[in-house]
């Protein structure tokens, strides 16, 4: 049996798209059961729509605290009937309470080689320090931002002339791998928090 795993985004969704079309195999140990956004115009909507995947638009400025909407959230993601969650490019902060309740079951990917280059920023920061290589990683969430147990990275180079679009864009292409590679590691038992 497949495990179903709730994917939240807040725009693009091309993550999102990979592990949709990867669970879309036989034998991938896991399935999309719903995409979830803050945002109602976020553009994987459509993609997730179009695969016939249940869609749901939680609007945080709807909600008069974090708690709240975290809250809401939580119950939302449970009657989904999901067992993990990925965070692909969900560009909200959760709180402890909520992260808790997730433990090992929620994982992020972050465009950067962790520890390294956390935050919003990390294709532009990792330039901006002169790096030679950069890269992405799926860790496991927890309370603190981008700082979870890493279960996979994978890297490239910063090539002399690179602009935060262009790294930006080769990195993407190794997260779109990798992403889809973690969560079937962790569908299957294969890494645990
Ligand atoms: C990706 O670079 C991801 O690593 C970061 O946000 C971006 C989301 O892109 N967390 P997309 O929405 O999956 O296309």
Known sequence: MKKKVAVLISGRGSN???????????????????VISNKADAKGLV??????????????KTFE????????????IKKTGAEFVCLAGFMRLLTPGFTRKWEGKMINIHPSLLPLFKGAHAQRDAIEAGAKESGCTVHF?????????????AKVPVLPGDTEETL?????KEEHTLYPAA??????GEVRM
Request: negative net charge.
């Open 16 to 34: 999102m798209q990979a592990l949709v079309e990867a669970a879309a195999k036989p034998d991938y140990p896991a399935e999309v059961c719903a």
């Open 47 to 60: 993609f997730a729509a179009a695969k016939k995947i249940p869609t749901h638009v939680l609007d945080h």
């Open 65 to 76: 605290s974090r708690d709240a909407f975290d809250t809401a959230l939580h119950d939302l």
């Open 141 to 153: 969430v927890v309370a603190e931002m981008d700082s979870g147990p890493i279960i996979a990275q």
């Open 168 to 172: 930006s864009a080769r990195i993407l």
């Open 183 to 188: 969560l079937a590691k962790l569908a299957r």
